[in-house]
T-cell receptor, first 113, second 115 residues
Framework: NAGVTQTPKFQVLKTGQSMTLQCAQD?????MSWYRQDPGMGLRLIHY???????DQGEVPNGYNVSRSTTEDFPLRLLSAAPSQTSVYFC????????????FGSGTRLTVV | AQSVTQLGSHVSVSEGALVLLRCNYS??????LFWYVQYPNQGLQLLLK??????LVKGINGFEAEFKKSETSFHLTKPSAHMSDAAEYFC?????????????FGTGTSLTVIP
């Protein structure tokens, strides 16, 4: 089925560990983004990409890195996990202009202890 | 930058009653407007959208929303609530740029349906 695939679905990290959250889409969407969702704060944009080789920071980029080597993949890297990064992470993609809306992945629930 | 305001972080309605979830936005250009629904432990699913044309748009599961430019609003309604409507609802706006289009989300409204 076409869509956005996120892995893993659940992850527990120790403070200071690093990891990569994977995101892949098969809809040939140029625009991809990462959000974190925290209670009472809605969705906050971490990083986004308007196409392969182009990335930019969103509202809360600190502690996260991204790269976009292909149209399909947009991994999110946590360099040194902190308890403040405990959250649910969503990857989303769309065509340029946003007229079709976002397609979201099912999320990664990350706990940092 | 644009902003989206959802009035009421929690809304409770009785089964069969009208559902009204409020959304106001700020935009200097005609935006694209969206409502998303999130069921527990799931991702966000597009409920409906307004891009151009008719200002009353219909979505899935009997929901509809009306774009009112003069009020900068895009409220979500459903005539008769069902238990299965209990979920988190997010209003979003896109500035529609061809490059770097940004989506701005409200903080969400949690809908509880009382039997």
């Amino acid at each position: 089925n076409a869509g956005v695939t996120q892995t893993p679905k659940f992850q527990v990290l120790k403070t200071g560990q690093s990891m990569t959250l994977q995101c892949a889409q098969d809809m040939n969407h140029e625009y991809m983004s990462w959000y974190r969702q925290d209670p009472g704060m809605g969705l906050r944009l971490i990083h986004y990409s308007v196409g392969a080789g182009i990335t930019d920071q969103g509202e809360v980029p600190n502690g996260y890195n991204v790269s976009r080597s292909t149209t399909e993949d947009f991994p999110l890297r946590l360099l040194s996990a902190a308890p403040s990064q405990t959250s649910v992470y969503f990857c989303a993609s769309s065509h340029p202009g946003g007229i079709s809306g976002y397609t979201f992945g099912s999320g990664t629930r990350l706990t940092v202890v | 930058a644009q902003s989206v305001t959802q009035l009421g972080s929690h809304v409770s309605v009785s089964e069969g009653a009208l559902v009204l979830l409020r959304c106001n936005y700020s935009s200097s250009v005609p935006p694209y407007l969206f409502w998303y629904v999130q069921y527990p432990n799931q991702g966000l699913q597009l409920l409906l959208k307004y891009t151009t044309g008719a200002t009353l748009v219909k979505g899935i599961n009997g929901f509809e929303a009306e774009f009112k430019k003069s009020e900068t609003s895009f409220h979500l309604t459903k005539p008769s609530a069902h238990m299965s409507d209990a979920a988190e609802y997010f209003c979003a706006v896109s500035d529609g740029r061809d490059t770097g289009n940004q989506f701005y989300f409200g903080t969400g409204t949690s809908l509880t349906v009382i039997p």
